[in-house]
């Protein structure tokens, strides 16, 4: 293995330039009014943005003080996605603009005296870096020998220089370490995913089924409103997680199952509501393929035979049963959307697709309603090359099931040793932080030192940007434009994300980033426009519509151009699937060599002495992006490791104590991580927030503290189906004794 | 007018997003904060309750902190709202110290702060930032005095508590349980 | 198990995660307050019953140390406050239900009092001074002919700071610790302890020291009384008291509690008096010297632990 780089931390020549703009953490001024009351509404005008603290991108306006400082982000009462309520970490968004350890200039790696560190560039010098090296690959290797890992609002401009360039190797993690699976699943079964945001009913549902996502701290917004506007309408809630989730201190039921052993509870309900009859015969005779295989299919899975499995009561698993009939089809068995577990998702996720085909609830009030989008007009752009291989070709067969690219295809594809029908040999890396989101962390890392050219474009010094050659600083969504956000909803809608301030330091939007990229790499036709709101304006004009007026409104609401929200009685219904059917029983997986009938199948169990890994969020944070934003650190500073209480007690561990957890491959955790004992975690699992036990010295307040989930994820599960990485089959073990509070270096 | 608040415990998901809204509105500094969250988890697994509370100054009806005030400083206004007036403070801590709740914090720069029911926002009609930006909708505020008003209703129909009532303040921040 | 925690990460420094919001200065003033108001209590008392003679030291020469220390305690009360500029708020208003507003009044008649007071006896420490201006000695005379009026502001006034050391804490009800209507009386009472004690320290009269070892003897008895009272009383109240008593009684105030307040502070200096009224000879400043000791470590562990006894979380 060459080891062509070592892993050094971002150091900093030239450190009297960082004395330049302490933003972050300041203490305002307070202004007083008669009668001893502060009065901070004292600003002027607002400005509209979209949310870029996760993907629900809610539409919201800015508000400055009269100074010119921007004083706070408040939601858009228009916007579907959050109507007018952001949520903590949307609100905590300033945090992000005003940290004082953002990314402030491009930088180049370079080595003095045997030490690699980077050093300051000027943004022309650090495109160019980069477009040689691109340039060479594609000589070298043919363009899609280049690939992309992006996430977020700003991945359109650096697909566009990809697709022009050549290369359509570009993967986002929100596929094969998120909802993959289950869009797979979906798109299987329906012939349609269940889009971002989800097109769940939630709101007017009368039962609403939780498999592990945890709604209220998944904190994914109009969900969890929603959610407790059932809640007021009575809405029975049944949610299983073997942790007392907030969503299980909220519901009727809690079925508090052993982990990885869902697929036996979803197949006993089909058990038990076609047995009994629960099932929406209407619907599944007039809209359904493969009922009956599928009744033969669960003959057997009876509620005792899961009992087994589950430790789930059968009583239990039979009155949750009759409770979903009774709402049929107001009945939403949830698809969740970080799914990776246990690399059988994608067929757990099928069984929740047919559970909800049996109730009825696909395209019906209270389950899933059919989205709507404003279709805008694109600019009309030369053809893009044709790239003659993809990721697919990268190691063919595998993942027949994916529909978009793997990101670990591609990093598998990185590394020689697993010869690859072509080498990956240079990435660009926008708004994901790798080191984090993709377990096994060893072998990204094996796959970097491979590699010719990194390039990391970020806002923070986070973890990836260490090991990249080039780090190129990106401004705050605050400090932007983007692309107009028109993600489907009930109703079509559009938003606009514009600045709300000039971008601080030296860093520059994303447009302009892969725009002046393109210049230098010969690919002017493919960005017509000079700046992000030329094309903006371009856009709207064509709809009818005006950039100045939607400054005005933020977002833009447009009726439906048909009542078709729900499938009406009776009306015919043509599934985009092959058969334009729901399918239950799936020929095409069946053609695939998959089980067309989703299966259970046991897992692994902890060793004696070890837990099961689960992770999962905290309302305040968003994965590893916020941790070291001042507002929101100031809610959480560091997670913990929930300890049921019995196994505190056997390890004699206290609340508050710091301890290092290793994993069944002896990972020892870098830094240690506070215990907490609570009753709200069975005995055989220990829980974790994942985002922090962060690594990157350079992000003050995150440094070291609490321990890292993703560290410990070095045994995955992969999905066959479409290369998900399952990453719950992960056993720790604790290391009580000199655990060191304070983090190491 | 006698302004009061209402907080449901079983329907908050304890997400802070009122107390960062709180922050943000009122300029609290880092580091400091005018309303929290308590989750209190009782049972045994996997026989469990929990209660999740946004706290904050419960504006006393017989409030302790205004009558130990040596100047005046801490004082009702209108609709029972308490009040801390900066340039009257001396920061003596005296408020601090005699509230139950723990709800006052000396402010950098010198005099003590306090939620305030965002009189500012109600003057012009608004609710309290923590109301308007909180996800579950389950704070409630408004006049006791009108039986209209969001939180009169929801006390008429919910059951609910105060906090450590026993301290004599009569305080004004509900829990619906 | 009932888990009650803070998840917002509230930490706004002094109140979390237990109220710390005052230091050694409260307690100090208190003290200084306490002791202050014992020895111009005495000084007046003896005086008004016609006694100046006999108590020199507790009717002239103790009262010079009070403006001294009420300045101190002036001074850490100001150290302690945190918004200074707005100190003059605290004499713009009268607030009679604020236990801190009367005491900053109080201190306010009862300090020049005190200066007068001793104005008038400097000549018992410095036989040679002299006014420098014709209007001191004016007024010398004046208060000099007044002098009984004075004693009188002088003895009600020292009442109501002793009272109000005392007060000031118990006020706050919401520190369970603190709320206790024994807190009054027995800070009043260690304040004439450290008062007579004072007195004693000073006087090199046996008669005088005598009388004031019987008069501190009493006050000890109370004390203890007043303590043990206390106690009995957290431990049948609200949970909440329960709670606040366990600090003293196993907790992480038992040792110094009950060895420097108690034992070093009340016990021990009440039996060296005992002996040394049946006329064993024990050095004469131990004692004394105890006792102010032990009525300093109250005020400190009693403020410090009161800020961490609470109603919730
Ligand atoms: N605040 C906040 N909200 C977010 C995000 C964020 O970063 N922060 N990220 C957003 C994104 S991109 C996503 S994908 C979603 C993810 O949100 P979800 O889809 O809700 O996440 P999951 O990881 O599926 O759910 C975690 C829960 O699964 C439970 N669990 C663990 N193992 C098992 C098991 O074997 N069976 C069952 N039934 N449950 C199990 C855990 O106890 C935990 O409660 O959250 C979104 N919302
Ligand atoms: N162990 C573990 N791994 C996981 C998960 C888990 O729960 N546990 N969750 C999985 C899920 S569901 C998902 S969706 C993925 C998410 O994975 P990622 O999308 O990688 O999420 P983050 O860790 O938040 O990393 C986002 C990066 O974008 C940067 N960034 C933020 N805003 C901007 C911007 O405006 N411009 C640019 N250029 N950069 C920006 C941040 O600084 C950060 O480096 O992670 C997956 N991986
Ligand atoms: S859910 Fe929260 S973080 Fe995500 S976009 Fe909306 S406000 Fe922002
Ligand atoms: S914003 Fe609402 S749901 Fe969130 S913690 Fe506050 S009160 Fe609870
Ligand atoms: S809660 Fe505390 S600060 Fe608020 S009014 Fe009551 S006593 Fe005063
Ligand atoms: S700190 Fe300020 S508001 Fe509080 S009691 Fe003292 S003067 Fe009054
Ligand atoms: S009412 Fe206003 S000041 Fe009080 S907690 Fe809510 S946001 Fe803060
Ligand atoms: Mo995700």
Known sequence: MTSRREFIRISFLGAGALALGTGGCRIFGTDRLPGGITDPENGKGRIPTYCELCFWKCAGWVYKTPEGDIWKIVGNDDDQHCNGRLCPRGTGGTGMYYDGDRLKRPLIRTSQRGKQVFREAEWDEALAYIAVRMKKISSEYGPESMALFTHGSGSSNFINLFRAYGSANIAEPSYAQCRGPRDEAFIATFGEEVYSPEITDIRDTRCLVLIGSHIGENMHNSQVQEMSDAIDKGAVIITVDPRFSTAAGKSKYWLPIKPATDMALLLAWMHEIIYNDYYDRKYVEKYCLGFDQLKAHVRDFTPEWAHGITTIAPDIIRKTAREMANASPAVLVHPGRHVTWYGDDTQRSRAIAILNALLGSWGRRGGFYRPARYELPSPVLPAYPEPSRTWADLFPGKYPGAGLPVTNALIDGSIPENNPAYPIKGWIVNACNLMLTVPDQAKTIKAIQNLDLVVAVDTMPMEITGWADVVLPECTYLERYDVLRTNPHRKPAIALRMPAAEPMYDTRPGYRIARELALKLDLEPWFPFEKQEDLLDWQLKQAGLSLDELKKTGVKNFERENDDIYIGDDEEVEFPTDSGKIELYSSYYEQMGFDPLPKYTPHEEPPEGYYRLIYGRAPMHTFSRTSNNPNLTDLMDENSVWVNPKVAKEWGMVNDQYIRLKNQDDVVSEFPVKVRVTERIRWDSVYMVHGFGHAQKQMKRCFGKGASDTQLITRIMTDPVMGGTGMRGNFVTFITEKAGKEAES | MRYAMAADTLKCVGCSDCVVACQAENKVPIGYCRDWIVEVTDGTYPVLEMEIRSERCNHCVNAPCVRCCPTGASRYIEGGIVVVVPDKCIGCGACIASCPYDARYPHPAGYVDKCTFCAHRIKKGMDPACVAVCPTKCLYFGDLHDPNSDVSQVLRKRKHKTLVPEAGTDPQLYFLI | ?313
């Not at chain 3, 507790?58 to 002036?74: E, S, T, Y």
């Not at chain 3, 002919?145 to 007060?167: C, D």
């Not at chain 3, 024994?182 to 008062?195: D, H, N, R, T």
């Open chain 3, 1 to 313: 198990m009932k888990e009650e925690i803070i998840v917002s990460g509230r930490m706004n420094s002094m109140i979390d995660p237990t109220l710390h919001i005052w230091h050694w200065q409260i307690p100090l003033y208190l003290f200084l307050g306490g002791m202050a108001a014992g020895i111009l209590c005495f000084a007046a008392l003896y005086y008004l019953r016609g006694r100046e003679k006999e108590y020199l030291t507790a009717v002239r020469v103790a009262p010079f140390l009070a403006p001294i220390l009420l300045v101190i305690g002036l001074l850490a009360l100001f150290a302690d406050l945190r918004h200074r500029m707005y100190f003059w708020q605290l004499y713009a208003n009268i607030r009679m239900q604020s236990p801190m507003s009367w005491g900053a009044w109080t201190l306010m008649v009862i300090t020049p009092v005190s200066f007068i007071w001793s104005a008038l006896h400097i000549r018992d420490i410095f036989p040679e001074w002299n006014w420098r201006y014709k209007w001191l000695f004016n007024l010398e005379v004046f208060f000099n002919r007044h002098k009984t009026a004075l004693a009188w502001i002088m003895l009600i006034f020292g009442l109501i700071l002793g009272i109000y050391t005392g007060i000031l804490l118990s006020a706050f009800n919401a520190r369970p610790l603190w709320n206790t209507s024994i807190l009054g009386p027995l800070f009043l009472a260690s304040g004439l302890s450290a008062g007579a004690a004072t007195i004693i320290f000073l006087s090199k009269d046996p008669a005088e020291r005598k009388q004031f070892a019987k008069i501190d003897l009493a006050i000890i008895g109370i004390e203890l009384f007043l303590i043990i009272h206390m106690f009995m009383g957290y431990l049948a109240s609200s949970q909440v008291q329960i709670e606040a008593a366990r600090m003293f009684l196993g907790g992480e105030y038992t040792a110094s509690f009950w060895i420097f307040v108690v034992i070093l502070g009340l016990i021990i200096p009440a039996l060296l008096e005992i002996l040394e009224l049946r006329k064993y000879h024990i050095p004469a400043v131990v004692s004394p010297l105890l006792v102010i000791f032990g009525s300093f470590m109250l005020r400190f562990i009693i403020v410090y632990a009161g800020q961490m006894s609470r109603y919730l979380y």
